[in-house]
């Protein structure tokens, strides 16, 4: 059950497959937090993949079959994670669920699969087989065995979510923590920047490579600590390659991206991990006042344009790259 803790008026719950704390700091009430948690669970029942009644299993059910009306949610999360598959040429794709489903990533019991099984889930994953109809709001996937997996964007849209509450119940003051999705909102009491730490990609929970430093803004990082398994040594993860049909193999342990929108830097902190730095670098070019930390495996970091006026390393154990996008 949710539980509140009411000297500070902050709400914590497992929602969306994760951990999400809202905490207001100035402005707002119960009914605020009551109302953001409402709407949080309202996103995970029409977009969880794992909900056998949910819009996205749904669709995914009737692969093949017939065209599905979805909720206006839903239908705008599909659009945008288009757009982003679009945008990438794939590498970021809605239809990777039948290689999502096949590795289990984080289910506690994973191997790796067969290479036959990896070769038709991968054959099933492409975007450009993702039918939507605007004026009947319905999506359909035209091979069977497709499904959509939004794993990738919901929460960042969640959190865009919560902020339009946050602005009618006049909040002035607040912290969005979805999973790690963090957006803070408004300003602090004391008119000073909000600081938002970067996990290290490899210590515990909580500790912190680096802080952004800024005003309203969303920090989302996509890494490979997040849900993961060894098998001989080798680490596979939960980001999945469409090309190869196995976790991104490109040296990146995680990618941060610093925006306003949290959709969008849901959606291209998972892109730009899958496109890797240069890649990366490049397409973020098209966003504006959007930046992106890249760290890799030998502790390298990597800013994009502009992204050392937000960021500072604080580890020891991490270094600027030498090649320098900024
Ligand atoms: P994130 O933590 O936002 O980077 O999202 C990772 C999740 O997105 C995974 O757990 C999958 O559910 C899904 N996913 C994995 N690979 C891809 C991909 N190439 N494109 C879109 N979604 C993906
Ligand atoms: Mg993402």
């Known amino acids: 059950p949710p539980s509140l803790h009411a000297e500070e008026l902050s709400?914590?719950?497992?929602?969306?497959?994760?951990?999400?704390t809202v905490r207001l700091m100035e402005g707002g009430s119960k009914a605020t937090l009551d109302e953001a948690f409402?709407?949080?669970?309202?996103?995970?029942?029409?977009?969880?993949?794992?909900?056998?009644?949910?819009?996205?299993?749904?669709?995914?059910?009737?692969?093949?079959?017939?065209?599905v009306k979805v909720s206006e949610d839903t239908f705008y999360v599909i659009s945008k994670a288009l757009e982003y598959a679009r945008l990438t040429n794939g590498a970021f794709d809605p239809s990777v669920g039948p290689l999502v489903k096949l590795w289990n990533i984080g289910s506690g019991d994973e191997k790796v699969p067969p290479t036959e099984k990896i070769m038709a889930a991968k054959a099933l994953v492409d975007w450009r087989q993702i039918v939507l109809d605007t004026t009947t709001r319905t999506v359909f996937l035209k091979k069977p065995g497709m499904a959509l997996d939004l794993g990738a964007i919901a929460k960042g849209y969640a959190a865009d979510e919560i902020e339009k509450i946050l602005l009618n119940h006049k909040?002035?003051?607040?912290?969005?923590?979805?999973?790690?999705?963090?957006f803070v909102f408004g300003s602090k009491k004391d008119k000073s920047s909000w600081r938002i730490g970067i996990q290290n990609p490899e210590s515990e929970r909580g500790e912190y490579l680096g802080i952004v430093s800024a005003g309203q803004m969303t920090v989302v990082t996509s890494g490979v600590y997040e849900r993961y398994f060894i098998e001989n040594g080798k680490r596979y993860?939960?980001?999945?390659?469409?090309?190869?049909?196995?976790?991104?193999?490109?040296?990146?342990?995680?990618?941060s991206i610093v925006s306003k929108s949290s959709i969008d830097a849901d959606a291209l902190s998972t892109a730009l991990f899958v496109l890797g730095i240069e890649k990366g670098m490049e397409f973020l070019k098209q966003f504006p006042d959007t930046y992106a930390i890249f760290i890799d495996k030998d502790h390298n970091v990597y800013l994009s344009p502009g992204a050392g006026k937000v960021f500072t390393l604080q580890d020891k154990s991490y270094r600027y790259a030498e090649k320098c996008y900024c």
């Open 237 to 255: 993860h939960h980001i999945m390659s469409t090309q190869t049909g196995f976790p991104v193999d490109n040296d990146l342990i995680s990618v």
């Open 171 to 182: 909040v002035k003051s607040a912290v969005i923590d979805l999973g790690g999705n963090v």
């Open 11 to 20: 709400m914590t719950d497992f929602v969306l497959g994760t951990v999400c």
């Open 38 to 67: 409402s709407r949080l669970r309202t996103i995970e029942d029409r977009m969880s993949a794992n909900r056998d009644d949910s819009d996205i299993s749904q669709v995914n059910v009737m692969a093949g079959k017939k065209p």
